[in-house]
């Protein structure tokens, strides 16, 4: 799989993505990433990737054209004009990062790791050029209810959950389907009301509770279920406390799913 980042600040990702599963991944050859310098689109001695909106306002919105020029200097093709849009090469994206996108989810991630490839163009400044949203993207992403100075770091952020689900990146690929947000599909001798409605609906809930060594930590002791060695039960207890976990923290999962 291919990612291309198009962004002003090029620099941003000689850390984020040399670490951990990312690395090893792109080691490995399962995953290809590219980074674009947008001002090398731009034709101006001051290299200008950005001008005030029309209309008046705050702040300064990043101009169509280095954006349109960097994705067709990617993809090797025109990306069209009012007369028409040429269609995107199946299992591409050109994915815009912005505070006024699509909440990111794990389903979200799951549908990008079907894909062959995704084009991340890093917002900046106030925003970008509707045209942008509207004619170039594919879809527009943000990461969630808060707003960042720009859109770097959503698309280390997505790189990483989606590079996660790929086949091989995982040294255990059942880790990623036992996680936050994994699809919990059967209920097992479930114990409450609740849990087995959630599980008969593939409700979306947070990981259940990890423990490692020592047993007794201070006084605070591993779940007798987890070192009993019965491994129906301990999927029962996992399943059980996933639920209470995702009432606790994040009771809106739930809520959301039954409407």
Request: aromatic content about 6%.
């Amino acid at each position: 799989m291919r990612f291309d980042l198009i962004t002003i600040f090029p620099e941003f990702f000689a850390g984020p993505l040399q670490h951990g599963i990312v690395r090893r991944a792109r080691e490995a050859g399962i995953i290809a990433i590219h980074v674009q310098d947008l001002r090398e689109f731009t034709k101006d001695r001051h290299r200008t990737v950005d001008d005030r909106p029309f209309g008046g306002g705050e702040g300064m919105v990043l101009k169509p054209e280095p954006l349109f020029e960097a994705v067709e200097s990617l993809l090797g093709h025109s990306v069209g004009d009012a007369s028409g849009k040429p269609q995107l090469a199946a299992n591409t994206a050109i994915v815009l990062l912005s505070a006024a996108g699509k909440r990111f989810t794990q389903e979200t991630a799951r549908r990008c790791a079907q894909l062959d490839r995704i084009v991340f163009l890093c917002g900046r400044y106030e925003g970008v050029d509707e045209r942008v949203a509207e004619h170039l993207a594919s879809e527009e992403i943000s990461i969630g209810d808060f707003v960042l100075s720009g859109g770097e770091l959503p698309a280390a952020l997505i790189i990483d959950a989606v590079t996660r689900l790929l086949p091989g990146a995982l040294g255990n690929q059942a880790s990623s389907q036992n996680e936050s947000f994994s699809l919990l599909e059967r209920a097992q001798n479930s114990q409450t009301a609740a849990l087995h409605k959630a599980l008969s609906h593939g409700q979306t809930m947070l990981d259940f509770p990890h423990y490692t060594r020592p047993a007794d930590f201070r006084g605070w002791k591993v779940p007798e279920v987890l070192i009993g060695g019965n491994h129906a039960e301990v999927a029962k207890w996992r399943q059980r406390m996933a639920m209470e976990k995702t009432l606790r923290n994040r009771p809106d999962l739930l809520q959301r799913e039954s409407q």
